[in-house]
Each structure stands twice: as structure tokens, then as C-alpha cells.
């Protein structure tokens, strides 16, 4: 009520005297009021007003221990506006602090944040490169085997090897892309902080990646031997043309259980965090 009239403070240190003044005008009251008790013989003899020093000092003695009570629940009372006040500057400069402590987690959050998000990008684009290097994988073999059924009877079979051996280039390139990006991979989620469960799923899928990997680098090393450009018998290259039907296309599908399942769980760990960061700053604006 008093913070536009007097400075902080100067309420706090004339409270007192206020207070001695009040109750000196209250006493002055009383004694006026009472004027007539006192003046009154029979009155004054009956309540022993006589007794006393003066009318002042027979209120005063029947009333001190209420005048002390209420002096002491004035000063408590003030004490208690002082304490209250260094209280309220205290939980400030905590709260100044808890978010200076959040401003300087923040660039920490923003990386760990940023790390996490391109990990679980790399993740699902080599998905995508899995999905290619199967299907090159696959049309190569078809090749193979279109070429070994028809070999003997083929009018065409220079031309045919030669698109035969252009396929094989292609799944070699899409093999090594696809080696690449999960090496990109590995790097880029052992820097991540996501704690056990981001690791562990991350583990998943690079486990579930390579497996991949093994086996289309195994069919590679059958069908390098139809593939290499150099000249090669009849009989050698339908040996190696019935290797690479042999080869079980089964291993080239990545499953639920080894790559997309792990994969929603990353995604979840990477917004958990992002929301930890979002947080964390919200709370050093307010």
C-alpha cells in the first residue's frame, strides 16, 4: 500500500516508533475517556483508583500485560514483513540461478538433440538402401538365371553377358553405398549421448544392417566370377552362372524384428529428447 509513497526500507524502520506513538494516544485516550471514573469519588474508592499514583497508572497496571502482548505482536509482526522480504529476494536469486544453470545446458541439449535426430535420419534412409541393394541384388540374379537357362541356345549371348555384367556392376555400386552409410551410421551413434535405451536400440539396427551387408557381400564374391570382364570357358562361366542361382535371397530382407522395431524405438528416444531440450528452455524463459 506504502511502496509508491515511501522508499523500501523506511516503512520497515519507522514501524516502531510508529507503534510507541499509537499506543501514547491510545494511553492519552484512555485517560480522557476515563475521566470521569477517576474523578469519581465513590467510583474511584470502590475500583481503588485512589490507591495508585494517578488514573494513568491504575489503567496501565490493569492492562500492561495486554499492551506488552499486543507491543510483542506489533514487533513479531514486523520481523515477520523483514524475514518475508529476504525470503522472496532469496527464492529470486535461486530462481535467477536455476535458469542461468538451464541457458548454459541448453547449447549441450541443442547437440545432443541435433546428433540424435541425424542418427535416427541415417537409420531410416539405410532402410531405404536396404531396399535398393535388394532389389539390384535380386534383378541380377533373375539375369543369371535367364542367362544360364538359355546359354546354350542364346544367338545373342555376347550382348546379353555384356547387360548381364553391366547388372552386376550396379549391385556392386549399391553394396558399397549401402556399406558406406551404415559405417556413416556407426560413427554418428557411438558419438550420441541417448543413454541405454537409444544405444540399445541403435545396436539393433546396426546389428540387423550388417547381417544384411555379410550376405549381399557373400552373394558378390559368387558372382564376381560371371561378372569380371575377363574372357572365361563356356563351361567356367555356367558353373559360376549355377553358383549364383544357388545363392538364398532370403538373407537380403531386413525384418521387424532385427530393424523396424528398433527403429520406432529410436524414434521415440530422439523425441523423449527433443522434449527434455524444448523443456529445458521453456523453463530458462519463465
Not at 11 to 16: D, I, V
Not at 61 to 84: E, F, H, P, S
Not at 112 to 133: C, D, H
Request: net charge negative; hydrophobic share 45%; aromatic share 10%.
Amino acid at each position: 500500500m506504502f511502496k509508491g509513497i515511501v522508499r523500501e526500507g523506511e516503512l520497515r524502520r519507522w514501524a516502531p516508533w510508529a507503534g510507541m506513538v499509537l499506543l501514547i494516544l491510545l494511553a492519552a485516550a484512555l485517560e480522557t475517556s476515563m475521566e470521569g471514573v477517576c474523578w469519581d469519588k465513590d467510583t474511584a474508592r470502590a475500583a481503588k483508583i485512589d490507591e495508585a499514583a494517578g488514573c494513568f497508572e491504575f489503567w496501565f497496571n490493569r492492562y500492561q500485560t495486554l499492551i506488552g502482548a499486543l507491543v510483542t505482536l506489533v514487533a513479531a509482526g514486523i520481523a515477520w514483513i523483514g524475514l518475508k522480504r529476504q525470503l522472496e529476494r532469496a527464492d529470486e536469486q535461486i530462481d535467477v540461478a536455476r535458469r542461468q544453470g538451464l541457458i548454459a545446458l541448453l547449447p549441450a541439449l541443442d547437440q545432443r538433440a541435433e546428433n540424435a535426430t541425424r542418427v535416427y535420419s541415417l537409420a531410416a534412409a539405410l532402410g531405404m538402401n536396404a531396399i535398393r541393394t535388394k532389389e539390384a541384388a535380386r534383378t541380377t540374379l533373375q539375369y543369371a538365371f535367364a542367362l544360364r537357362q538359355n546359354f546354350e541356345s542364346n544367338t545373342n549371348l555376347a550382348a546379353d553377358i555384356y547387360v548381364y555384367r553391366h547388372q552386376v556392376e550396379r549391385y556392386r555400386v549399391e553394396i558399397s553405398a549401402f556399406s558406406e552409410r551404415i559405417e556413416q551410421f556407426t560413427i554418428e551413434w557411438h558419438r550420441g549421448l541417448f543413454g541405454p535405451d537409444g544405444r540399445y536400440h541403435c545396436e539393433k539396427i546396426w546389428a540387423s544392417l550388417t547381417g544384411v551387408l555379410d550376405t549381399h557381400q557373400d552373394a558378390m564374391n559368387k558372382l564376381s566370377d560371371t561378372g569380371s570382364a575377363l574372357p572365361r570357358s563356356d563351361l567356367e562361366f555356367m558353373a559360376a552362372l549355377d553358383a549364383a542361382a544357388k545363392i538364398d535371397q532370403r538373407g537380403f530382407i531386413l525384418s521387424d524384428l532385427g530393424f523396424d522395431i528398433p527403429l520406432r524405438g529410436l524414434e521415440h528416444t530422439v523425441v523423449e529428447i527433443e522434449r527434455e531440450r524444448d523443456r529445458c528452455r521453456d523453463a530458462s524463459r519463465i
